[in-house]
Nanobody, 127 residues
Framework: QVQLVESGGGLVQAGGSLRLSCAASEHTFSTCAMGWFRQAPGKEREFVAT????????YYADSVKGRFTISRDNAKNTLYLQMNSLKPEDTAVYYCAAAPTGSRYVYFLDTAQYHYWGQGTQVTVSS
């Protein structure tokens, strides 16, 4: 059984901040690289950020680089996405995802590489 539960979404004005959380089972968290994806209405789901199992390496989409920070607390089995300087273009449903891997040092960029997904949380940024 795999459970990924996002929280922290909401409505914020442009320039504001939100922190998303993703709670996972110990088994999922300990065996997976993690990622955040987002999907706006009428658009394809897109990569936002990823982090290795160890938490030592991260990678970001160019559109969020410098504004968003992905992190994980392996003791709490929780993934985070700190979003600062939010823009209306960031409005989307944000999904937490897990990619099983035997490596502590690999991350993934493609949706197809993630086997488990949360239900999503809505982030709306007003202008």
């Amino acid at each position: 059984q795999v459970q990924l539960v996002e929280s922290g979404g909401g409505l914020v004005q442009a320039g504001g901040s939100l922190r998303l959380s993703c709670a996972a089972s110990e088994h999922t968290f300990s065996t997976c690289a993690m990622g955040w994806f987002r999907q706006a209405p009428g658009k394809e789901r897109e990569f936002v950020a990823t982090i290795t199992r160890s938490g030592s390496t991260t990678y970001y989409a160019d559109s969020v680089k410098g504004r968003f920070t992905i992190s994980r607390d392996n003791a709490k089995n929780t993934l985070y996405l700190q979003m600062n300087s939010l823009k209306p273009e960031d409005t989307a449903v944000y999904y937490c995802a897990a990619a099983p891997t035997g490596s502590r040092y690999v991350y993934f960029l493609d949706t197809a590489q993630y086997h488990y997904w949360g239900q999503g949380t809505q982030v709306t940024v007003s202008s």
